[in-house]
């Protein structure tokens, strides 16, 4: 298995290649350059097996000889030995024929972790055997950061920096990320928005110089070995509702694209998804481009879902370069509009492609204030603001006689002032982390350039 470039200028890779890389040296996101294919019956054979087992079937194909079987099996079973749910990603019914695929069990408590977990255990084990080690560097609005500092505190061979938007995330993700210990993680808070710290971190991946000698690496979902790890759960949800005897479709809160990408990787493989929606808040960049064709940036408008104030959504690309027939110059062209004029329009042709697999809605800040209300009156599940996006759009969009699965990214305890205003419950915390209020913080600030960032980083790496 090869991973190729969605701009088509950089060398093919393997899967573990690819993984320590993250972003391609042409500025693109490694896919991979077949798809592989779950039969009916693999799928059949799925029904009842763990979440691990699942993994394992779903993901082995991706891998090639990165990682043998017997090791790849242990570091599976390691990574989700953490979540507090047996099943790892319940189904909750809602209603009838509509189902909430609960991503909040593991250590950080948001869909992040089904990914970062699995992640740094397969770094850990490849850098580990090739004797090496890197500069981890991530954008967040919140969960990633949260997620990936939990999943890489105290490696010897990888320092983390993290950077998100001072201001813009919630209290509990800040503290998650700024109050552990360890030496080699480092919360670093900058002014703008989560478009600004990811466009600085493809910016290093960008300053070759920098990127070598560092060693940099990326765990945001421009890796793709982020995007294989969230397939599998959109496999065990469709398999326990009966495919792939039945069709199911997925609406999935969107920002930066991963997640939903992601379904559509299922989709390929062969479990019988119809449609997957794309549910934005009202930061709609995703919504108006499936609507229209046009691709046009505006301005970051901060919401009570903050974790989706993202404009340039980066995995879009990966959907892109699909639907153009896998035509990386013409990706890159697009790419490079974007980056000049702010703006791109997608061609009939490929629109109808993409149309083909994706419908989108948006939800407005009262809707996902109402909707929160709504859920926790009628069915007593308290939402965090993401998945209320998520089941209102489900709402307004489903068809009824498929079921629908709305995905809960993240626990309400992570959002408790959206939470508390909309149905007068502040959500605790798990038990686990019922002290996170009391513990001590540390914040590094830097200015919002490159120059400060890179120095900084390099000022702080162990050798
Ligand atoms: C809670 C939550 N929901 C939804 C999203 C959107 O996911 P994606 O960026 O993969 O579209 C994010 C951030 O990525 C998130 O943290
Ligand atoms: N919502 C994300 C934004 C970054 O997303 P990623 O999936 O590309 O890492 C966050 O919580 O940080």
């Not at 909750?92 to 909430?100: E, T």
């Amino acid at each position: 298995m090869k991973y190729v470039s969605t701009r088509g200028q950089a060398p093919a890779l393997s899967f573990e290649e690819a993984m320590l890389s993250g972003l391609a040296r042409d500025g693109g996101l490694y896919v991979p350059d077949e798809i592989p294919q779950l039969s009916a019956d693999d799928l059949r054979a799925m029904n009842g097996l763990s979440y691990e087992e699942v993994a394992f079937r779903v993901m082995r194909p991706f891998v090639g000889d990165s990682f043998d079987d017997e090791t790849f099996g242990d570091l599976i079973a390691r990574a989700y030995a953490q979540f507090d749910h047996t099943a790892r990603a319940p189904l909750v019914q809602l209603a009838p024929g509509h189902f909430l695929l609960e991503l909040f069990h593991g250590p950080t408590l948001a869909f992040k972790d089904f990914a970062m977990q699995l992640i740094g255990q397969l770094f850990e084990e490849a850098l580990t055997r090739r004797g090496e080690r890197v500069t981890i560097v991530g954008a967040t609005s919140g969960d990633t950061g949260s997620a990936a500092i939990e999943a890489f505190r105290g490696l010897d061979a990888v320092d983390v920096f993290i950077l998100y938007p001072e201001g813009r995330v919630s209290e509990v993700q800040r503290r998650q990320m700024t109050t552990p210990t360890e030496e080699n993680v480092h919360a670093l808070a900058i002014d703008g928005h989560f478009d600004d710290a990811q466009a600085r971190l493809k910016d290093m991946f960008n300053h070759f110089e920098f990127r070598d000698r560092v060693r940099l690496a990326g765990v945001n979902s421009i890796n793709w070995a982020r995007v294989l790890a969230q397939v599998v759960y959109y496999v065990t949800s469709a398999v326990a509702l009966g495919a792939p005897d039945r069709k199911v479709n997925f609406t999935v809160p969107t920002g930066n694209f991963g997640d939903v990408f992601a379904g559509y990787i299922a989709k390929r493989m062969g479990v019988p998804i119809d449609r997957l929606v794309v549910a934005t808040n009202q930061n709609d960049i995703l919504h108006r481009t499936l609507a229209t064709g046009t691709h046009t940036l505006d301005r970051v408008q901060p919401s009570i879902s903050p974790s989706m104030d993202i404009q340039v959504s980066s995995n879009f690309e990966r959907a892109l370069f699909d639907a153009y027939g896998r035509d990386g110059n013409a990706v890159a062209q697009l790419m490079d509009e974007l980056k000049t004029n702010g703006t791109y329009h997608v061609s009939q042709g490929a629109l109808e492609a993409l149309r083909d697999h994706f419908a989108s809605g948006r939800a407005s800040e009262d809707e996902t204030s109402a909707t929160i209300a709504r859920l926790w009156r009628e069915t007593g599940e308290l939402l965090c603001p993401h998945s209320a996006v998520g089941v209102y759009v489900a709402c307004e969009t489903r068809d009824r006689s498929e079921p629908m699965v709305t995905l809960a990214t993240a626990h309400p305890a992570k959002f408790p002032d959206a939470v508390e205003a909309a149905t007068g419950i502040r959500p605790p915390l798990p038990e686990r982390m019922a002290d996170l209020f009391e513990r001590d913080e540390r914040i590094t600030r830097v200015p919002n350039e490159l120059d400060a960032l890179e120095t900084l980083i390099e000022e702080r790496i162990r050798t």
